[in-house]
Nanobody, 115 residues
């Protein structure tokens, strides 16, 4: 299983970024996928999740209305569109999934929001 995130960077408050996660080594469209993040000095925080076919999406309360999760099963890719970014969104963002009893994570992509 390999998950490779990209798309992070430095953005001003109020700006937007689109994160991508390229998945390989498993049947992508068999599994729900998630985004989690870790801010400096803090623990992991769940951000969003999407069902195997994209039909159901879920968001942490503070992300509702600002973030949109999506997936392209033909491209084995997961996305996170982030709008109206705030300084408190600064974190390393990871895509993740769970296969059987094992959790898989990518290497993460840094998002820094300047105020």
């Amino acid at each position: 299983v390999q998950l490779v995130e990209s798309g992070g960077g430095l953005v001003q408050a109020g700006g937007s970024l689109r994160l991508s996660c390229a998945a390989s080594g498993f049947t992508f469209d068999d599994y729900a996928m998630s985004w989690v993040r870790q801010a400096p000095g803090k623990g992991l925080e769940w951000v969003s999740a999407i069902s195997w076919n994209g039909g159901s999406t879920y968001y942490a309360e503070s992300m509702k209305g600002r973030f949109t999760i999506s997936r392209d099963n033909a491209k084995n890719t997961l996305y996170l569109q982030m709008n109206s970014l705030k300084s408190e969104d600064t974190a390393v963002y990871y895509c993740a999934n769970k296969i059987a009893t094992l959790d898989y994570w990518g290497q993460g992509t840094q998002v820094t929001v300047s105020s």
